[in-house]
């Protein structure tokens, strides 16, 4: 069964520190990786965008990793701002059924405070 | 250079209802998807339109639900008979051609109340 699960579910940092949050997949055969952003009350947002031959990309203060092997992604942000305050979701494209069919996770909703 | 829009953002039915849920993709997008997000769930896949085709609708329920995209206009989400269950947002994303790789963009959602 295609799926995404992310970690941790919740997260409270202060403004400055950096945090890492965590995706799992077993959605096959792979097509790419996303990270999306969602405030509340708005749509997803896309930060970043990993096919299977890309381990890192960045985009500003956010930085995705991909291990395809062990079908792990991960996102950093460094010195994070109160604006980073959102949901974070990993949207994963592959399995049988279609590549824009995308497949998201539950996301990690981060909370950060002055 | 708007970006998806969606109407109504908010929308109240009582049991029985029909829900009529507009998206209007970015310019130039003639792809549309349609997701749900039930409370504390992920975005579910429900139906791709192209203009004036339906191609593929595997997650959108059979019974009450439908989805058209013509070829003049938004497209429109229909949910005939409103039940409690269909309590959610809902999300519309574009694209512009389709193909694979490319970077679905997303409105800001149509959160439904059935009371």
């Known amino acids: 069964k295609n799926q995404v699960e992310q970690s941790p579910q919740s997260l409270i940092i202060l403004e400055g520190k950096n945090c890492t949050l965590q995706c799992n997949y077993t959605v096959s055969p792979f097509s790419n990786l996303r990270w999306y952003k969602q405030d509340t009350g708005r749509g997803p947002v896309s930060l970043t965008i990993?096919?299977?031959?890309?381990n890192t990309k960045s985009n500003g203060r956010y930085t995705a990793t991909l291990d395809a092997d062990t079908k792990q992604s991960s996102l950093h942000i460094t010195a994070s701002q109160l604006s980073d305050s959102a949901s974070y979701i990993c949207v994963v494209s592959g399995g049988l059924s279609g590549t824009y069919k995308y497949i998201f996770g539950t996301g990690t909703r981060l909370k950060v405070l002055a | 250079n708007a970006g998806v829009m969606q109407n109504p953002r908010h929308l109240v039915r009582r049991r029985g209802q029909e829900a009529r849920l507009r998206c209007s993709p970015m310019k130039g997008h003639s792809h549309v998807y349609w997701y749900r997000q039930l409370p504390e769930e992920g975005l579910k896949f429900m139906v791709y339109l192209q203009k004036e085709n339906i191609i593929d609708e595997s997650g959108m329920p059979k019974e009450r639900f439908s989805a058209e995209f013509p070829k003049e206009g938004p497209s429109i989400l229909r949910i005939q008979q409103v039940v409690r269950g269909d309590s959610a947002a809902y999300f519309c994303?574009?694209?512009?051609?389709?193909?694979?790789?490319?970077?679905?963009?997303f409105g800001p959602g149509t959160r439904l109340l059935v009371l």
């Open positions: 994303a574009s694209s512009p051609t389709g193909v694979s790789q490319e970077t679905q963009y």
């Open positions: 990993m096919t299977f031959s890309e």
